[in-house]
């Protein structure tokens, strides 16, 4: 909502808050759009925040609520137990009630749609519920649609269906008053109190199909901008990552040497999650001298690759890393060795164990000493991964697989530039990187493009 809650559409629907109710950090600085600029300390904008003392409101209503509609937020829980009951998220006033609700229900325990048959106190309501268990303290993006042609409601949580309800047309009805964030209203007054943070609200007078709900949830919002350009600052929070062991900044560059010891380590990018979708990206330089080839050669490897798997960017975790994106050895199949861009996304693990996961590499073989951007992607919507590498002279071809699963990991865990961990390998980088980017959401192809115009070393 960025600090105000006016409408920005330009339609003067202006929500004014009333009671007790603050601006905090919200999830992204712009609705409808890709943040993917940001300056130090405006990464995240502001949602409007409310204690169970404070909602907001239109002075007029926005909805047909008897044709189609839909209604979308992102939404933070400051708990889950609800101690003084629901936490309604949005709604449209009637004259007893509200003829729908998006909530958390403390009841079940789970994100609501309801849409009421009358306008009357004590009104039944037809509930679409979650299936997905809210968690406090974690943004998650809801819609709510109505499609009076299908003749029934469905309830999005992160971009995914979740649940629907038939709605018989004979059961809704028009609502006249006020539209509203953070409570309900029932049995003539305002109830359910939401507990939280509410960012980027929107409103549209259509039932908005499966892909465009999952499109929003998956807006790009930059966590982490790490340019390697003479310092190790992120330019999205303005902290800096520290340095060990054989790294410099030289050359406006991050230049690992051959001794596999280089990591630069920075905090956990606010609000990224491994479990919902996600984009990371970087210029990637991959240094193998005719020395190293020459020392490298052998009966299994005749042609003296880089055999090993190298990380670019990955997470920190007990054993194993959620995600490592990079560069990789893999057998050629002709009784050698070739290196490939490489972006791996590992399965949910407890303790020591390790059940595998999901890699997806460049076709061909890696240019060495070639600078290359690479991007990977995670839709957690449609469970895909694709990874997308281009050089001032070729564009390769995306790679991709589906049925992927992120898990987040250590949600206290540092980003790793340049390392990994892999129960004990390391996965140490060697040669150069730039312009490392961190993103909630997927970046489409043409997005991707300008990172790679802009950040190119």
Known sequence: MDDDTTDATGNENTLRTVGASTFAPGYSDSAATSATEHQVGQGVGQGVALNRAGYAQTDMPLLDTTASYTVSAWVKLADTTGVAGNYAVAGQDGAHGTPFQLRYSVDAKRWQLGLSVADTDNA?????????????????????????????????????LESQVAVPASSVWQAYGKFS?????????VTELFNGTIDQVQVWNRALPAAEVAELANSPVLRANYQLNGNTNDGVTGATASTAGG????????RFDSTATGEITGPRPQDFRGDRSFTVEAWVLHRWTAADTQNATRPDNPTGADIYARAAISMDAQVYEPF??????????????????????????????????????TPGTADNGVWTHIAGTYDATTGTMCLYATTDTRRMQPSCTDTVKGWNGDELANLFIGHGRFATDRNYWYGDLRGVRVYSGVLDQLQINRDTDRDHP
Do not use: C
């Not at 819609?143 to 042609?149: A, F, H, K, S």
């Not at 790294?247 to 991050?254: E, F, R, T």
């Not at 050629?332 to 996304?345: A, N, V």
């Open 124 to 160: 039944n309501y037809l509930w679409a519920t979650s299936t997905s268990v809210p968690q406090a303290g974690v943004w998650t993006h809801l819609t709510g649609v109505y499609d009076p042609t299908a003749a029934k409601a469905s309830l999005y949580v992160n971009g995914v």
């Open 181 to 189: 964030v953070g409570r309900a209203f029932l049995v003539g007054d």
């Open 247 to 254: 790294v410099a900044m030289v050359d406006n560059v991050a």
């Open 324 to 361: 490592m994106f990079g560069y990789r050895g893999n057998p050629d199949g002709q009784g050698g060795w070739h290196g490939q861009w490489s972006w791996t996304m590992v399965r949910e693990t407890t303790g020591n164990q390790q059940v595998g996961g999901w890699t997806v590499a």
